[in-house]
């Protein structure tokens, strides 16, 4: 099992502008997420459906506040 790593805000940001991550809302909420939206992110909704196209390799960040 992966464990999953704590990274600050800024090592994240730049996982995902150079596209080697994956940023996810962690609320299943439309409406939160769209409180919560940050640049780049996508809703976790989206997030499930992508599920069967992600590589086992895709690194994904969730965030929540």
Known sequence: ???AERI??????????AKEALLVCGYNDEE???TMQLEGSIAYSEFESRL???SK?????????
């Open 1 to 3: 099992m992966i464990k």
């Open 8 to 17: 600050s805000v800024e090592e994240a940001y730049r996982r995902v502008q």
């Open 32 to 34: 939160k997420f769209k």
């Open 52 to 54: 069967p196209e992600l």
């Open 57 to 65: 390799d895709q690194e994904i960040i969730f965030y929540c506040a």
